[in-house]
């Protein structure tokens, strides 16, 4: 059965005159290349279905790749309600786009040259196919991330509950491979949409309490570099402080093993570079994701070495 939205969406375009494609493949990377091919102008753009732009954003886009920029994208808020937590996700988002250099792809832009350099979007991917482009394009030149953002619908995150992040993180750690190619592993977050629920926020006892745990997760998160400056004199064995301590860099290191994937990733695209500036951003990139994956593997070997030490003491009486 054809979606209602779906089709009052085509009938508006049609109204204004733009170009509506039939596809139903149901995978995002094929559709946006799809798109690509149809197109008959020298600048691209990839536009979420639920993302709003606006004139501002199109002409800063317009004005780099003037500039020599071969593409890019934009950063990207939410649009109405979302848990709290999601929504300083998104904003942390934002820092951290802007000093990598590096967007999503609710809304992102290239010059059509560099997009068919690249051959376009990669459609073994059901999930970040985006990523996989945007380091394609940053080996052709130069990609910018605007100041100028867009708006995005949260409606599938309304659903999802802070819980579900580290959850997230832990399925991509253990097998990326799999998160990456396999449209069931991303299914409920990219390509189911129970509409009737889309604006609802859930108000249950256990939404709360993952609210919590979503705040709590972000806290850490956002702290986490304060704990490289904080000398263990501070914060000594067997005290309050330090056993609190333990308990937050336990967490942290487990979750920085996530920089292992992000570092190779970044490494193997590093000597791919065509544009030197390009090269530096990603060199430091690299060198700080390897340092930070380091670190983390150094703290989880050191906290299951002492945990089985603690439990053989226990063990033997």
Known sequence: MT???LSST??????????VL??????????RNAGARAAHGDR???????????????????????????????????EGKVPLPVQLFAYFGIVIAKLAGFTGGAFMFC?????????????????????????????????????QPVLTSPRRLRSLSAAHLPAFIIRIILSPRKMLTRRASVEKIWY??????????????????????????FALLATSPIWYFVPWSW??????RGNLRFVIETFLCHMGLIFWPLAIVVYVNL?????????????????????LAVDATQGVLFSWIWAWYKLAQIYRG
Not at 45 to 69: H, Q, S, W
Not at 125 to 138: D, H, I, M, P, Y
């Open 44 to 78: 691209l753009f990839f536009v979420d279905a639920d993302t709003t732009i606006n004139p501002c954003a199109v002409a800063e886009a317009l004005r780099y790749m003037d500039k020599g920029a071969v593409g890019g994208g934009g950063p990207v808020l939410f």
């Open 3 to 5: 979606d209602p939205a």
């Open 271 to 291: 000597f791919r570079r065509t544009h030197w500036l390009e090269w530096i951003k990603m060199a430091v990139i690299a060198a700080l994701c390897f340092k």
């Open 235 to 240: 914060t000594p064995w067997g005290t309050l």
């Open 22 to 31: 039939p596809v139903n493949n149901r995978q995002i990377s094929a559709t």
């Open 192 to 217: 189911d949409s129970n509409r009737s629920g889309d604006n609802t926020i859930p108000n249950t006892l256990r939404a709360k309490v993952a609210g919590c745990v979503g705040l709590l997760f």
């Open 111 to 147: 010059t059509r040259e560099a997009f068919q350099a690249t051959g376009g979007f990669d459609e073994r991917l059901f999930w970040a196919e985006e990523g996989v482009f945007g380091l394609a394009l940053k080996r052709q030149g130069r990609f910018v991330v605007l100041w």
């Open 10 to 19: 085509a009938e508006i375009a049609r109204q204004n005159k733009a170009t």
